[in-house]
Structures are given as structure tokens and as C-alpha cells.
């Protein structure tokens, strides 16, 4: 994020809990950019996919069964654990990631419209909640 932020006109909203809060600072800007911590699928995703603002996140497992990559958000791959002392390849992908996408509205727009599309069409809580009740009454 430092990198990013040195590079990029950059805002970090890390601790924004109020919903409305969050969604205005989703709104604000042209790229929503998560990073999972344990290599979890956040909630954020799905709210920045919902927005309609292009999401940039890691590769982590299962997401590929829940969304598409190039289609609904831009995936990029993360080499660096904590631990592992040269993540510069990670960080320059991710900058060179960004750096296409600011300069290419069209394809951003695109993919971030088949993102919204998408998550309020099949990872709504309603749809969350149909589906866990499917499976415990099954």
C-alpha cells in the first residue's frame, strides 16, 4: 500500500465499519483494492463488486468459484507471505495492474459493471441466506 500510495492518488479506508461511511469511500474511488490477510474472501469484495467499482484483489482460493477474473473484478497473483523477503515482483504487478486500468476507462468500466452485475444478481444477502437455509433443510 505504501508503494500505491507513492504512485497512485491513494485513500485507505481500513477502518471504516459504518456501512454508509464505507460505501461513500467505495464511491469516491476508481479502483477498490482489497488484500486478504489469511487468504480469506472478505465481505469487501462483494461490497466494492456491488458498488460498481472496479475491484482489484488477490487470487485467493475458492474466489475463481465465486467470481471471474478479467470479467468481474482484476485478480493478481500474491507471492509474498510474511516471511518472505522480495515481494517487489508482487508490488510492481500490482502497480503495472492499476497503471493499465486508469489508463484504459473502457475496460474498467466494463469489468466493473459485469462485477455489479454480477454480485447483486447472485451474492446478495438474500441469496446468502437462501442458500444456507437450502443446506441445513436439505
Known sequence: LIRLCKDFNVRMYDQVWDPVKFQKAIQRGGIGFNRSLLGDVAIRVFE???????????????????????KHCRMYDTWFR???????????????????????????????????????????????ASTLLNLVFS
Open 48 to 70: 466494492t463488486l456491488a458498488s460498481g467499482r472496479f475491484l482489484l484483489t488477490d487470487r485467493v482460493r475458492c474466489l475463481n468459484t465465486l467470481i471471474e477474473d478479467k
Open 82 to 128: 510474511p516471511f518472505f523477503p522480495n515481494y517487489s515482483i508482487e508490488v510492481n504487478m500490482i502497480c503495472n495492474i492499476v497503471r493499465f486500468y486508469l489508463n484504459h476507462d473502457k475496460e474498467r468500466e466494463q469489468i466493473a459493471e459485469n462485477g455489479s452485475e454480477y454480485a447483486w444478481a447472485n451474492h446478495t444477502w438474500t441469496r446468502r
